[in-house]
């Protein structure tokens, strides 16, 4: 089965930060953090 997943980030030039990660399923099945 494979999985997708996208992510978000914040960079403030110092850091980079994960604010968020999505991932789904081929079946459909998500999950969102």
Known sequence: ???FY???FI???RIIDLIS???V???GRE???
Do not use: K, L, P, Q
Request: a negative charge.
């Open 6 to 8: 996208d992510t978000e």
């Open 25 to 27: 399923a081929e079946d």
């Open 31 to 33: 999950f969102y953090a």
């Open 11 to 13: 960079d403030n030039g």
């Open 1 to 3: 089965m494979r999985f």
């Open 21 to 23: 990660i999505g991932v």
